[in-house]
């Protein structure tokens, strides 16, 4: 099975694309330890995903922190703040 990532806002724009597909982690993952296998490629993985508090995360659209384990989820989203106005 697959996992689906979801970048958006400045998170898309530093990677430098909107979404890609992983094999699904260990169960046991957090999302965490996810972004943080993912800041390990470098480049723009790692200028985006080095500061955590500015970053969210939803697990089959449900907001979750980051230190939720994974599951069985099908998608993953990363994102920037949402700020109301």
């Known amino acids: 099975m697959a996992l689906e990532i979801l970048y958006f806002a400045w998170v898309r724009d530093g990677i430098g694309k909107d979404g890609e597909r992983i094999d699904s982690p260990s169960p046991d993952t957090t999302v965490e330890m996810l972004v943080t296998n993912l ?17 969210r995360a939803a697990l089959d659209q449900k907001f979750v922190p980051l230190d939720t384990p994974i599951g069985g989820a099908r998608e993953l989203a990363l994102f920037p703040p949402v700020t109301g106005g």
């Open 39 to 55: 800041a390990e490629r470098g480049g723009g993985y790692a200028q985006v995903l080095a500061d955590r508090t500015r970053l």
